[in-house]
């Protein structure tokens, strides 16, 4: 079965701290994005990974497909951090390798992130 | 202004009525897929649709469920006749061309009574 597994489901950090929140998926994806869903439910899309790292500001995302895991982390983290960060992965389908789109993608249950100051 | 835009933010509605919601682009969106989020649990895919036409669906868009992009521009999902278990936060998702992530809307808030 195809799983995205999150870890922590819950993080309280001081503000300042190095965050790191990790994803773990079952078999092989075309995709993976890191989203980021505030209190009011709006989903923001952070990155879309294939391979590699990506850095935006002060977040990070990387990826390994051998171990079939990424990390998500946040520097110098701020109260404004505070979120549910959520792993989504295309995996592929039968065989047929599809875009990395938004295409049927299996989320995570989400890591609650709160920054106290 | 945000990419994607959808309506109602709330609503709410008794068991049986239809509903449609609203997903609004701002343009060059090629694909466009719904998402619902029920409370507490996690997001799930409901449908992909690509040039017109439903390229993929989960086990949940049954036949209570359709899509369609009527004036080329509005993105929409309809239920025919609600059920509680309807109730969630849907959620409508866009690519856009020469852009690799997605990019999501605030999400529309049904609830069935």
């Known amino acids: 079965k195809n799983e995205v597994e999150q870890s922590p489901q819950n993080l309280t950090a001081q503000e300042g701290e190095f965050i790191t929140i990790n994803c773990s998926y079952s078999v092989g994806i075309s995709a993976l994005h890191w989203l980021q869903q505030h209190p009011g439910g709006g989903i923001v899309s952070l990155f879309m990974l294939s391979s590699g790292k990506k850095k935006h500001g002060r977040l990070i995302a990387t990826i390994n497909i051998q171990e079939k895991h990424s990390s998500l982390h946040i520097t110098a983290s701020h109260p404004r951090d505070s979120a549910v960060y959520i792993c989504?992965?295309?995996?592929?389908?039968?065989?047929?390798?599809?875009?990395?789109?938004?295409?049927?993608?299996?989320f995570g249950k989400g890591t609650h992130l709160i920054i106290q100051p | 202004e945000p990419e994607v835009t959808q309506t109602p933010s709330h609503q709410v509605t008794q068991m049986g009525q239809e509903v449609i919601l609203r997903c609004v682009p701002i343009s060059n969106h090629l694909y466009f897929y719904w998402y619902r989020q029920i409370l507490g649990q996690k997001v799930e895919f409901l449908v992909s649709?690509?040039?017109?036409?439903?390229?993929?669906k989960s086990e949940i868009f049954d036949d209570q469920f359709s899509v369609e992009r009527p004036d080329g521009s509005n993105f929409t999902l309809k239920i025919r006749s609600t059920k509680l278990e309807d109730s969630a936060m849907y959620f409508c998702?866009?690519?856009?061309?020469?852009?690799?992530?997605?990019?999501f809307g605030q999400g529309t808030r049904l609830t069935v009574v």
């Open positions: 998702a866009t690519l856009r061309l020469g852009r690799p992530e997605a990019f």
């Open positions: 989504a992965v295309k995996f592929f389908w039968g065989g047929r390798r599809s875009g990395g789109g938004a295409d049927g993608l299996t």
């Open positions: 649709f690509y040039n017109n036409e439903i390229s993929e």
